[in-house]
């Protein structure tokens, strides 16, 4: 078990480009969460995934934000036209089903800095 | 979705036991509480979870009274290390709709 990796870990970009970052959980987990952090905050729900079905997603989630797990394993998240308020730590997570199981395994996070 | 209330912050010095209370009110009868530590620069940790009464680990205690509209935290003996962002959260995973709702959690600061 190596734990739910994130990349890139920084991402610097200037404002009106695209970025997508990546999520690889742990190999036996369903559930995949997307989450955005900023200072100060807990982290803010995005979207979540079991297995390549996107099941939810925030109705605050801006349509320049689109999530992907094409094969139910790792996942990307695009932000389109990229602006100063999407500066955040992008965190993802990974669970497995379990009817009486909360317990999320998260990232690292992708910090992302528009400029 | 069920909404929690905790402490914005709370201080403490190594060895003591430190009690964090979320409230929760709106509680539904499916709903399971679960708390997460993070560390800065860090994703959030799995502490515990709990649907009722008492549920003990390693780590930590989760007392939930018989109206679950609040549960509390406890860390028994803590250390520098244990400074941290606790968050309480309040969901029903088992129906394949649950949003992780975090909210702003409760900074511990362990003092020497």
């Known amino acids: 078990d190596t734990g739910v990796s994130q990349n890139p870990r920084h991402k610097i970009t200037k404002r009106g480009q695209n970025v997508t970052f990546r999520c690889d959980p742990i190999?036996?987990?369903?559930?995949l969460y997307w989450y955005r952090q900023t200072l100060g905050q807990g982290p803010e729900f995005l979207t979540y995934f079991q297995n390549e079905a996107q099941l939810e997603k925030s109705r605050l989630l801006s349509d320049r934000f689109s999530a992907e797990r094409p094969k139910g394993s790792f996942s990307t998240l695009e932000i389109q036209r990229t602006e100063q308020g999407d500066s955040a730590m992008y965190l993802c997570?990974?669970?497995?089903?379990?009817?009486?199981?909360?317990?999320?395994?998260f990232g690292p996070g992708t910090r992302l800095t528009v400029t | 979705l069920a909404k929690t209330t905790q402490p914005i912050s709370m201080d403490s010095y190594e060895g003591q036991e430190v009690n964090i209370t979320c409230s929760h009110n709106n509680i539904a009868t499916n709903d399971y509480i679960t708390w997460y530590q993070q560390f800065p620069s860090q994703g959030p940790r799995f502490i515990i979870q709990?649907?009722?009464t008492k549920v003990t680990n390693e780590v930590a205690s989760l007392f939930i009274p018989a109206d679950r509209k609040s549960s509390t935290l406890s860390l028994p003996r803590v250390s520098l290390s244990d400074t941290a962002v606790y968050y309480c959260?309040?969901?029903?995973?088992?129906?394949?709709?649950?949003?992780?709702?975090f909210g702003r959690g409760t900074s511990l600061i362990v003092h020497p």
């Open positions: 709990g649907y009722k």
């Open positions: 997570a990974s669970s497995k089903q379990d009817r009486d199981s909360y317990e999320q395994y």
């Open positions: 959260l309040v969901g029903d995973g088992g129906g394949g709709s649950y949003i992780p709702t």
């Open positions: 190999s036996e987990h369903n559930r």
